[in-house]
């Protein structure tokens, strides 16, 4: 079977020896230049692909954020396929169904190039069979999940909730998710743009701090989808808020409008109880604010 990219062909004696690397990546695009004619475009597009890798370890840097164990979920069975792991398939035997990124292709590059760390950088190829028990092992920090046309990303959200073995691991329980397209995973201009939305994106589902979005394909799922998508599973998805205890749950926050009249409601005791003090204090000096208007106790300055 013919390959774009060495890197790519089944026959491991044409890929790169060690696995594809940044310069993999930068020789796949010089290629593509040489066979569409346009070298010049490639240098281009090289010369972006670097920036943005080096952009993207510049704000993982600058925020301060840990690196991440990940694991990649490239393919997983479904009720509509019987997954990617069969024979023939590198790390193939009957109890490895779930094939992740391992540590020789463009999923492992990605993976450096954003600061995580894969769980299965070890294993030979760029994707590897694994079995749930290896990857209940690693318990990586982050699923990075693939969203493609025969294993859409939600499929292997519903397998992560309906199996008993992940209940227990912590990315499964906070929903630290990140998604991509299988398209910005092989080796190509995507790949620079995919790592610096990488990080943001872990940045995101560990912290919820708010991120920027360069359209590479990378993304992260809405909570209120996961919690409805996955609330008659048997790993239901309940969200948990950053930095507090877990028995809290979002739901449990205010919204803006709540905050916004309980803040008008201490300003309005406050003035309350400035001008009652007031009242007082000009009473103690015999200066009433108010006169009584009952007869005989008002006094007659006309007299005075």
Known sequence: MPCL???????PALRPVGGATEETVYEA?????QIFNEPEVARQLNADIRNDFAVAEAALADSGHSALKAVWLDCMPGPDNAGCCNEGRPGWDPSKTIFVG?????PNIIMEESGLINAFADRPDSWYCVSIEDIIQADPDVFVIVDANWDNAMN???YLHNHTGFCDMRAVQEGDYI?????ASNLGPRNGV????????AIHVTTGADTLNFKSGVGFFNTSVLVDHTADFLCPFVPKVRGESASVSVEDKLPTWAIALIAIACVLCLLFFACALAMCIREKQGKPMFTSLEPGTAKDNSKA
Request: charged letters at 20%; a negative charge; glycine letters at 18%.
């Open 194 to 201: 995919a790592a610096l939305d990488m990080v943001n994106a």
């Open 102 to 106: 391992g540590g020789h292709g463009g």
């Open 179 to 183: 998604k991509i397209q299988f398209s």
């Open 156 to 158: 292997k959200i519903n």
């Open 29 to 33: 695009v010089t290629q593509l230049g």
């Open 5 to 11: 990219t060495g890197a790519d062909c089944e026959d």
